[in-house]
């Protein structure tokens, strides 16, 4: 038998984790996964965007990935939110799609995994986003050094993970955070991560920074009480 092509092999994992989501849903996954929707399990998102829009001259890059879209839906609503005004959003998936190119358009739009980032230039990203995307990495440090990789100095990761692990009826189970902050802090990254609601969020800075993981994750937290 001859070996599954790159293509082929993300398709069936793509397959594999559309399958482990549906059982996600048992446990609180959203499945909307619309800009909303990514405010409210990753505790805000606007101080997130304000943090890249006043650094992005010292950052040399104004740059977020959504790491692991799905079918993009976030991503067309972002680029439509005033919060990310002079910021370029773009996307990471497993299987390019019509609907996914619909949303997120081609320019920044990579078919890949997280543990490669095909594609994505050295030191070209400020932010990093992920909402149960990263979590079904099944080898954190290669993710890790990926995201490395592409984040620029000061650039920021912010990610939602389950509470605990999450077997799934197939081979990928969906991670917890500090399966990846252990990598994170190896590489020197100011990391907390902070239980919210339902999920737990890693939000990792890529020192040296403008700010703390504290103070962006503080703040956002805020705005997202006051809108209850």
């Given at each position: 038998m001859e070996p599954k092509s790159e293509q082929e092999v993300r398709d069936t994992i793509a397959s594999q984790i559309v399958k482990a989501r549906k059982q996600d849903e048992i446990q609180g996954y959203a499945h909307r996964r619309d800009m909303g929707e990514y405010q409210v399990v990753l505790g805000g998102l606007a101080n997130y965007f304000d943090y890249i829009k006043q650094n992005k001259?010292?950052?040399?890059?104004?740059?977020?990935i959504d790491v692991g879209a799905g079918k993009g839906v976030a991503v067309r609503t972002m680029k439509m939110n005033p919060m990310t005004e002079g910021l370029s959003i773009g996307a990471t998936v497993l299987k390019v799609t019509?609907?996914?190119?619909?949303?997120?358009?081609?320019d920044l739009l990579y078919a890949t995994p997280v543990e490669k980032l095909r594609g994505i230039n050295d030191n070209s990203v400020a932010g990093i986003i992920s909402v149960y995307g990263m979590a079904y990495s099944q080898v954190p440090s290669e993710a890790v050094a990926s995201v490395d990789r592409v984040l620029v100095p000061g650039g920021v990761v912010k990610a939602v993970f389950n509470h605990k692990r999450i077997e799934s009826s197939t081979n990928l189970n969906q991670l917890t955070p500090e399966d990846f902050a252990r990598e994170f802090y190896k590489r020197n990254y100011d990391v907390i991560i902070p239980e919210y609601q339902m999920s737990k969020v890693l939000l990792a800075l890529k020192r040296p920074a403008f700010s703390t993981a504290l103070e962006l994750f503080e703040k956002d937290k805020a705005v997202m009480q006051l809108r209850g």
């Open positions: 001259d010292r950052l040399g890059s104004s740059l977020v019509n609907e996914v190119r619909e949303n997120v358009g081609e």
